[in-house]
Nanobody, 116 residues
């Protein structure tokens, strides 16, 4: 079992930055691919970015060049640095782990609101 706890969400103005964190309850070294998803009101949950155990990253086109996903194995933490935020980035952001032993785990979500 793994518990994932997100933090770092909030209300910001367009163009500003936020860094989301996802703390895992155990070591994330070699645990599997991790990622960030988001769900806006009335929309389906969508993939934002993923990072493998080896450090390879992938991003949805709408955030490329603005968001950076990273994982710190020493701190058991996944990050999402979000720059140049836009109103359309407003959503609940969820941390995800696709474990090497099978199950997928989710955090409880953190709200990001981008508004002037």
């Amino acid at each position: 079992q793994v518990q994932l706890v997100e933090s770092g969400g909030g209300l910001v103005q367009p163009g500003e930055s936020l860094r989301l964190s996802c703390a895992a309850s155990r070591s994330i070294r070699g645990i599997g691919a991790m990622g960030w998803y988001r769900q806006a009101p009335g929309k389906q949950r969508e993939l934002v970015a993923t990072v493998t155990s080896g450090g390879s990253t992938n991003y949805v086109d709408s955030v490329k060049g603005r968001f950076t996903i990273s994982r710190d194995n020493a701190k058991n933490t996944l990050y999402l640095q979000m720059n140049s935020l836009k109103p359309e980035d407003t959503a609940v952001y969820y941390c995800n782990l696709m474990s090497v032993w099978g199950p997928t785990y989710w955090g409880q979500g953190t709200q990001v609101t981008v508004s002037s």
